[in-house]
């Protein structure tokens, strides 16, 4: 269910309905957190692997996507997956 885009009409209503400014304030939260996060995995490894593993998000966000919003996951988007996490593996192999 998409809450801001079905029940806002104008952007002073996301500011004025605290529900919605709640989820807006910790989705910046988590946007700063991840961010920061990022920013000291680039210390601990070069740019080539860390890259490789920030990919995972191809194949993380679908799955939670069909766990919490219950959206399907088709059979194209399986073997995308697949060939995604083979590429990181095979990327990331010494």
Same mark, same amino acid.
């Given at each position: 269910? !998409? *809450?801001?885009?079905?029940?806002?009409?104008?952007?002073?209503? #996301?500011? $004025?309905? +605290?529900?919605? @400014?709640?989820? /807006?304030? $910790?989705?910046?939260?988590?946007? @700063?957190?991840?961010? =920061? #996060? +990022? &920013?000291?995995? =680039?210390?601990?490894?070069? /740019?080539?692997? @860390?890259?490789?593993?920030? $990919? #995972? @998000? &191809?194949? /993380?966000?679908?799955?939670?996507?069909?766990? *919490?919003?219950?959206?399907?996951?088709? !059979?194209? #988007? %399986?073997?995308?997956?697949?060939?995604?996490?083979?590429?990181? %593996?095979?990327?990331?192999?010494?």
């Amino acid at each position: 269910m !998409k *809450v801001v885009g079905t029940r806002t009409n104008h952007i002073t209503d #996301l500011l $004025t309905d +605290w529900r919605l @400014a709640g989820l /807006l304030g $910790t989705a910046l939260f988590l946007y @700063a957190a991840s961010t =920061l #996060l +990022w &920013v000291d995995v =680039l210390r601990e490894l070069p /740019l080539s692997r @860390a890259y490789m593993i920030l $990919t #995972l @998000a &191809v194949v /993380l966000v679908p799955f939670t996507s069909a766990l *919490v919003f219950g959206e399907t996951i088709s !059979k194209r #988007l %399986i073997i995308g997956m697949i060939l995604v996490g083979a590429g990181i %593996i095979i990327s990331n192999y010494e």
